[in-house]
């Protein structure tokens, strides 16, 4: 069964920077494709960025406009978010997603960024 764990939310500054980590708990990490997800407050969750497992092509959302990035970490059952001048529009919970076919979608219970001066 998977399990994922979000860390490293927080409170930051607009112009700040934070890094969020998710991590798998299961077998064949390296065959999931990941994702992060947000939700801002009265708003529907939206895709923030993924990784896909067969060939590592990342996507990003034209929102990230360069300011995040995304690392796997196979060895360690782990994905990053490094994201940089936040904006208070980055506020919301965010959320890890594995994802892999003919095996049920799992999610994170999030973590809360709030870039706020």
């Known amino acids: 069964q998977v399990q994922l764990v979000e860390s490293g939310g927080g409170l930051v500054q607009p112009g700040g920077s934070l890094t969020l980590s998710c991590v798998f708990s299961?077998?064949?990490?390296?065959?999931?494709?990941m994702a992060w997800y947000r939700q801002a407050p009265g708003k529907q969750r939206e895709l923030v960025t993924s990784?896909?497992?067969?060939?590592?092509?990342?996507y990003y959302a034209a929102f990230t406009k360069g300011r995040f990035t995304l690392t796997r970490h196979n060895a360690i059952n782990t994905v990053n978010l490094q994201m940089y001048s936040l904006e208070p529009e980055d506020t919301g919970v965010y959320f890890c997603?594995?994802?892999?076919?003919?095996?049920?979608?799992?999610w994170g219970r999030g973590t809360q960024v709030t870039v706020s001066s």
């Open positions: 997603q594995a994802s892999r076919d003919s095996f049920p979608e799992t």
């Open positions: 299961g077998k064949e990490f390296s065959m999931y494709d």
């Open positions: 990784i896909r497992s067969s060939d590592d092509y990342k």
